[in-house]
């Protein structure tokens, strides 16, 4: 009697196995597809906050219950202008300014101003003591509406909205990304262990004015 007992549980676990399986797989790609998917660093743009081959965790669910905020840093679709690539391809950067925003290089310091404030970026790349220029030459823009003006960290070395400013002829459109283009927000480095970190929003936006 004993040995029939044991028997049951055992039979009925590896029936109920394939099931179990099925729905932690199904879980799985529901998970990725909507809610939280993994994006490796393929270049320097975003040194030294995220650097080469650093895995990042993104939320795909946040912007579906609100607009990217000022300092988060965002996984989009970049326009095929930025790319060159016709099937599409992912970018990382951080959002600088959000529709309506007066965004100006620069103040006598050399920092870039959010309507009317200045903006320190302790998360601007450097290197044996030099940092890079907040950026490499004087603009003035406004954010269209519906669209994000976004920078990299590594500004030296970041194909963002100011090159792309700069390139298209000072064309704003060309030079922001779509809201609705926006694949999530970027919220922790979790590979390599040794550098997992959150990648929370700087204190120095809290002090911006709104448009």
């Known amino acids: 009697m004993i040995d029939e007992q044991t028997d049951k549980p055992r039979s009925s676990f590896w029936k109920e196995l394939p099931i179990l399986l099925?729905?932690?797989?199904?879980?799985?790609?529901?998970?990725?597809?909507?809610?939280?998917?993994?994006?490796?660093?393929?270049?320097?743009?975003?040194?030294?906050?995220?650097?080469?081959?650093?895995?990042?965790?993104?939320?795909?669910?946040?912007?579906?219950?609100?607009?990217?905020?000022?300092?988060?840093v965002i996984v989009f679709k970049?326009?095929?202008?930025?790319?060159?690539?016709?099937?599409?391809?992912?970018?990382?950067?951080?959002?600088?300014?959000?529709?309506g925003d007066h965004v100006v290089c620069c103040d006598p310091q050399e920092r870039l101003m959010i309507n009317g404030k200045s903006l320190d970026e302790p998360y601007i790349f450097s290197m044996d003591g030099i940092r890079d220029k907040a950026a490499d030459q004087e603009f003035d823009i406004t954010v269209p509406k519906g669209r994000l003006w976004v920078m990299g960290d590594h500004r030296s070395a970041s194909g963002d909205s100011l090159e792309h400013w700069q390139q298209s002829g000072q064309n704003i459109t060309e030079a922001t990304i779509p809201e609705d283009e926006v694949v999530g927000r970027a919220f922790t480095v979790f590979w390599?262990?040794?550098?997992?970190?959150?990648?929370?929003?700087?204190?120095?936006?809290?002090?911006?004015?709104?448009?």
């Open 22 to 72: 099925g729905v932690a797989i199904l879980v799985a790609v529901l998970v990725r597809a909507f809610v939280l998917q993994t994006f490796f660093i393929p270049s320097p743009s975003m040194e030294n906050t995220l650097k080469i081959d650093d895995r990042v965790l993104v939320n795909k669910l946040v912007y579906d219950f609100r607009s990217p905020h000022r300092g988060e």
């Open 78 to 99: 970049a326009p095929i202008e930025w790319s060159g690539n016709p099937k599409g391809e992912d970018f990382i950067k951080r959002v600088i300014g959000i529709p």
């Open 192 to 211: 390599p262990v040794s550098r997992a970190t959150w990648l929370t929003v700087p204190d120095e936006f809290d002090g911006i004015p709104k448009p």
